[in-house]
């Protein structure tokens, strides 16, 4: 039996969910033979229907909005496409990374229906800092040691496979990712520290409810593979935890 899914926030208008790992949100062409889907599985568990409100890529794990009504709906989105929710994720790479920086490089659309090369470049902008790191004393590449980092990610924009790709690009791949990762990293991980995924979680937003006008903060705990890798790692002070938070008074919301 599917386990039910952690609800980190439930009000009339919306909901807020911890995405599992591997999960896609909905029915697509990337589906393939999935026969399962986060938005099946919520509105399910809640009896009602629900209305993603983003994205959030079918390896990634973390925090999830879904409007419980059309209208909410509209507003979220609107909120989300003009920039006005902020995004915390942390991600595992690999070697040192740098201790903050910010990554501002134009990325082409990945939609598969033509070549890349021919889409236009989309602004992207990644703000990164290095909240951690460890070498170990194994040889897993062609060094007697092997470093890895743990990244704060908060991405200012919302381009297709952003983190990913920006991550990449700079020289710090995250662990798991098999198109821009390297396969003798993320096969260490999966067969010896017990962590076969993708390395990146959303655990953090916090956006204007589009309704009552409160500032909400919604933080998600990981999954209980990246939990213990923290943890064998040194790196449990940095576990987030589940929580909601109103941060402000509310403001006026347009009806």
Request: aromatic share 6%; glycine share 8%; net charge positive.
């Amino acid at each position: 039996m599917t386990e039910p899914l952690t609800i980190l926030h439930r009000d009339e208008h919306l909901v807020a969910v911890h995405k599992p790992a591997g999960l896609l949100v909905h029915r697509s062409k990337l589906a393939g033979g999935a026969s399962e889907f986060l938005l099946q599985r919520l509105r399910d568990q809640l009896g009602q229907r629900v209305y993603p409100a983003h994205r959030l890529d079918r390896p990634t794990s973390g925090v999830m909005v879904f409007a419980l009504e059309p209208t909410t709906a509209t507003r979220l989105g609107d909120a989300f496409a003009e920039r006005r929710v902020a995004k915390r994720y942390l991600a595992v790479v690999r070697g040192i990374g740098p201790e903050h920086e910010r990554l501002d490089y134009a990325l082409r659309e990945e939609d598969g229906s033509r070549p890349k090369a021919e889409m236009p470049a989309q602004e992207a902008i990644t703000e990164i800092r290095r909240l951690d790191s460890v070498e170990l004393p194994i040889q897993v590449d062609r060094y007697p040691t092997s470093r890895y980092s743990l990244m704060e990610v908060l991405p200012m924009t919302g381009r297709r496979h952003q983190i990913r790709r920006h991550l990449s690009r700079r020289g710090y791949p995250i662990i798991g990712d098999a198109k821009h990762g390297k396969g003798n990293h993320n096969r260490f991980f999966a067969e010896h520290l017990g962590c076969p995924r993708l390395l990146l979680a959303a655990v953090g937003m916090d956006f204007e409810h589009p309704v009552s006008g409160h500032r909400l903060a919604l933080s998600c705990a990981l999954d209980t593979p990246m939990t213990a890798l923290f943890q064998h790692l040194g790196w449990a002070g940095h576990l987030p935890v589940d929580s909601a938070r109103c941060l402000d008074a509310p403001r006026p919301v347009a009806t």
